[in-house]
């Protein structure tokens, strides 16, 4: 199994840019790095969803509303993916979270990201922009 740990969310103004961190710690026998890991986002009231996934060569996927402005991207070497978002806008407050599935395939599934995809999950991290 693996754990998940966010962090780098903030409370920034509109127009900013952060960089969230997810770091992964696998059991000995476990292999991060045939693991499918992405990105969701949840706000108030809302539904949890993806907005970006990583496979284990490097190929990415995104949630057309953020494509142009997010990108993720992952160091195995670490254990850590991470979630650029560019010009962030208000409409972008939610608590981000990292996910991770369990099918050591390396690949992901759906395209965006569907949360009954994902095995493993994050505490999340608060994204709040004003």
């Known amino acids: 199994d693996v754990q998940l740990v966010e962090s780098g969310g903030d409370s920034v103004q509109a127009g900013d840019s952060l960089r969230l961190s997810c770091a992964a710690s696998?059991?000995?026998?476990?292999?991060?790095?045939?693991?499918?890991m992405a990105w969701f986002r949840q706000a108030p009231g809302k539904e949890r969803d993806g907005v970006a996934a990583i496979d284990n060569d490097g190929s990415t996927t995104y949630a057309d509303s953020v494509k142009c402005r997010f990108t993720i991207s992952r160091d195995d070497a670490m254990k850590t993916v991470y979630l650029r978002i560019n010009e962030l806008k208000p409409e972008d407050t939610a608590t981000y979270y990292c996910a991770a599935d369990g099918k050591f395939d390396g690949y992901c599934y759906t395209k965006p990201p569907a949360l009954p995809a994902y095995d493993f999950w994050g505490q999340g991290t608060q994204v709040t922009v004003s």
């Open positions: 696998e059991q000995s026998y476990s292999r991060y790095d045939d693991r499918c």
